[in-house]
C-alpha cells in the first residue's frame, strides 16, 4: 500500500534478474503501480481480497524520487548494488514515515475502489503472525518473539485504520489456535505459513460472506468514519484539572485551526512530587477522575492524545483547588 503513493519505476534489466516469472511479476506490479491504472481489471470483481502480511517489508526511496518495496525478490534483482540507485534512502517498517505513507497508498486504492463501486467488494483477511507450531515439534520456531510480536503490533495498527474505512463483516477472522504455523508447509516454514484449519477457514468465511455475487458482499458497506485530527497537520492540546472533596477531575481540550474536537484517544497522568502515581489509559474520553493523595508539595496532571498514526502529543497543568 505505501509505495502506491510514488511515481512508476522502470527498470526491465532488473526485472530480467528475477529468475522466478512469479516473483518477477510481484516486483513489476510494485514497479509499475499498475494496480492504480485505467485498465479494468476490478469491473468484473466479485471479491478483492487483501492481505497485509507483505506489508512487513521496509520501502526504498529511489534519487529518482520513485518508492519501492524492499522486498526479498527485490534484492534478488541486485537492484540495490547498481550504481544508478547509489543513495537511496530506507524508510524502515513501523516508522511515523512509513505509515503515513501506508495511509495515504491505502486511501488512494480504496478512492478508486469506491470510484468504480467496488469498495463493498472488498474483504481483509484478518490474520497475524504465528508463534507456534500447529503440533508439538521438537524444531526450534523460526522468528523470535520480538520480532513477531512487533510485527503483529503494526498489522493491528494497521486493520484498526482500515476499520476506519470498512464495515466489520468486510474483515476474516480467526482465533489463536487457527493461526498456528505448520511446520511441514510446502512453501516452507514460516509465522504466515499457516496449518490446513486455517486456510479452510478462511475459504469458508469468504463462501459465507459472498454467498449472492450478485450482491455487495454479505452487507452494504459503510461510510468510512472520520479520522481525529492528525498531529503533523497542527493538532494542539490543552488540560485542566481541578481538586475538590478528596477527588481529582481533568479534562483536556484538542484543537485544529480554531476548531475543539470531541473525538480521538486520550490519556492521563497524575503526578505527585514529580512522580507519576496513577493512570488512565487510553479511551476516547477526555475526562479523568484521580483520588487526591492526602500530603504532596506538588500536584499535577499530563494529558496526552495520540492519533491514527500513533503519533502523540502531551500536556501538563498544575491542579487547582477549589
Known amino acids: 500500500m505505501a509505495s502506491l503513493c510514488s511515481e512508476a519505476y522502470e527498470n526491465s534489466e532488473a526485472l530480467e534478474k528475477i529468475p522466478s516469472a512469479f516473483r518477477r511479476r510481484m516486483v513489476a506490479y510494485d514497479f509499475s503501480k499498475e494496480i492504480l491504472s485505467d485498465k479494468n481489471q476490478f469491473d468484473n470483481a466479485d471479491v478483492i481480497l487483501i492481505d497485509l502480511i507483505d506489508e512487513r517489508f521496509d520501502l526504498i526511496v529511489l534519487p529518482s524520487g520513485q518508492t519501492i518495496t524492499h522486498s526479498n525478490e527485490l534484492t534478488e534483482s541486485g537492484i540495490l548494488e547498481d550504481p544508478s540507485v547509489e543513495g537511496f534512502k530506507v524508510i524502515t517498517q513501523g516508522s511515523m514515515e512509513r505509515r503515513r505513507l501506508w495511509l495515504e497508498g491505502m486511501q488512494k486504492f480504496f478512492a478508486l475502489l469506491k470510484q468504480r463501486n467496488k469498495l463493498d467488494r472488498v474483504l481483509i483477511n484478518k490474520v497475524f503472525w504465528s508463534s507456534a507450531f500447529e503440533k508439538p515439534s521438537t524444531s526450534p520456531f523460526p522468528v523470535a518473539s520480538t520480532f513477531i510480536e512487533k510485527a503483529n503490533a503494526e498489522l493491528a495498527w494497521m486493520y484498526e485504520v482500515l476499520s476506519h474505512e470498512l464495515a466489520a463483516h468486510q474483515f476474516l477472522e480467526f482465533s489463536t489456535s487457527q493461526l498456528t504455523a505448520d511446520e511441514f508447509h510446502r512453501w516452507g516454514v514460516s509465522p504466515f505459513h499457516y496449518s490446513e484449519g486455517y486456510y479452510q477457514e478462511a475459504l469458508s468465511q469468504i463462501k459465507q460472506k459472498t454467498a449472492n455475487s450478485d450482491e455487495a458482499v454479505s452487507e452494504p458497506a459503510v461510510e468510512a468514519r472520520s479520522y481525529s485530527p492528525f498531529v503533523s497537520k497542527g493538532a494542539k492540546l490543552t488540560v485542566a484539572a481541578?481538586?475538590?472533596?478528596?477527588?481529582?477531575?481533568?479534562?483536556?481540550?484538542?484543537?485544529?485551526?480554531?476548531?475543539?474536537?470531541?473525538?480521538?484517544?486520550?490519556?492521563?497522568?497524575?503526578?505527585?512530587?514529580?512522580?507519576?502515581?496513577?493512570?488512565?489509559?487510553?479511551?476516547?474520553?477526555?475526562?479523568?477522575?484521580?483520588?487526591?493523595?492526602?500530603?504532596?508539595?506538588?500536584?499535577?496532571?499530563?494529558?496526552?492524545?495520540?492519533?491514527?498514526?500513533?503519533?502523540?502529543?502531551?500536556?501538563?497543568?498544575?491542579?487547582?483547588?477549589?
Open 242 to 322: 481541578i481538586k475538590a472533596d478528596g477527588e481529582i477531575f481533568a479534562h483536556c481540550s484538542l484543537v485544529t485551526e480554531g476548531r475543539i474536537h470531541d473525538s480521538g484517544s486520550f490519556a492521563f497522568y497524575l503526578v505527585v512530587d514529580g512522580v507519576r502515581r496513577d493512570v488512565r489509559w487510553y479511551d476516547a474520553s477526555q475526562n479523568a477522575r484521580f483520588l487526591a493523595p492526602e500530603t504532596y508539595k506538588t500536584l499535577e496532571v499530563m494529558a496526552f492524545y495520540k492519533d491514527v498514526l500513533e503519533e502523540q502529543l502531551s500536556a501538563k497543568c498544575t491542579v487547582e483547588s477549589m
